[in-house]
């Protein structure tokens, strides 16, 4: 067979490769550095290897000096309830605006109502008489996200945050167990997948929590979007979302100047409305 002193390109490359491999990884290792800067430059820091308790630690500090130093805030919030189950299906709308005072005096002017009135009154309405009662200092220590009332342990990082899970040091329906993903530059939950620690009735038997939070002026996390999705004994399932919009931040301390914790339950306690009695009222109402 006549072979030919010539041969083809593709030939001579692998024979290249397969005597000075060496010289292959080179060009390779050329060409990642020539185009890997611009995507190291868009790449997320690691971030410290920190124990759950640190994180913790660092969360309830910096808590503390953000309430310390909220003063006053205009918001406004649109709450959506949806029942579908025995003995039939329901919903209503509510939109509100929101005065905030520090350290936790909220006042709500209701804006416009849709949809069922035993929601409404049933839910709606006590969902914000509960809030505007849980401002109370006694009731903050009791809920507050820490080691007083919770255990943490470190399930990992993701993206530019740090996962806890949260575990409930007693039975209680004001507190929750979960996860939290915690901020790694500011220290501060920006979102929780949870849910009670004990059931609020016994006419649900399951409450799932998905809550997360924004990021605002001045560096203040408020929450931006709370889901509760109940399961009902007989059958039916609730869900309730409530999303916080058009945050004013009229009056505040810089954080940095804002060091000096507040006396008690000032730190970071449960989400608006994560679990509640006024669901399991409504709840046991459809019996």
């Known amino acids: ?46 971030l410290p290897a920190l124990t759950a308790d ?94 007083d009332n919770y255990t943490f342990s470190l399930a990992g990082t993701e993206g530019k945050n740090y996962v806890l899970n949260v575990e409930p040091k007693q039975e209680s329906r004001f507190l ?14 920006t979102r929780i997948e949870a849910q009670p620690a004990r059931n609020p009735s016994f006419w649900t038997t399951r409450s799932l929590i998905h809550h997360t939070y924004q990021k605002v002026d001045n560096g203040f996390y408020l929450p931006k979007e709370n889901k509760t999705v109940t399961s009902v004994r ?16 009229t009056a505040a301390k810089p954080v940095a100047w804002a060091k000096k914790p507040l006396p008690s339950g000032g730190g970071f306690g449960w989400p608006d409305a994560g679990f509640n009695p006024e669901m399991a009222s409504f709840m046991s109402s459809r019996k």
């Open 1 to 46: 067979m006549h072979v030919t002193g010539r041969q083809s390109k593709p030939i001579q490359n692998r024979k290249l490769c397969g005597i000075r491999p060496n010289i292959c990884l080179l060009a390779i290792a050329l060409v990642a550095w020539v185009y890997a800067p611009a995507a190291w430059s868009q790449a997320d820091p690691a």
């Open 54 to 147: 640190q994180v913790v630690q660092r969360l309830m500090e910096r808590n503390q000096e953000r309430a310390a130093a909220l003063q006053h805030y205009l918001g406004k919030r649109s709450y959506r309830l949806e029942y579908h189950g025995f003995p039939a299906s329901a919903e209503a709308t509510m939109d509100v605006e929101v005065n905030f005072d520090a350290p936790a005096t909220k006042r709500f002017t209701v804006v416009s109502t849709t949809g069922s009135k035993m929601i409404q009154n049933r839910v709606f309405h006590r969902l914000l008489e509960s809030e505007e009662q849980a401002g109370d200092a006694n009731n903050r220590t009791h809920t507050e996200l820490g080691p």
């Open 176 to 189: 929750y167990r979960g996860k939290i993903w915690v901020d790694g530059q500011d220290f501060a939950v």
């Open 234 to 249: 007989l059958g039916g399932v609730a869900t309730l979302t409530i999303e916080y919009q058009s945050y004013q931040v």
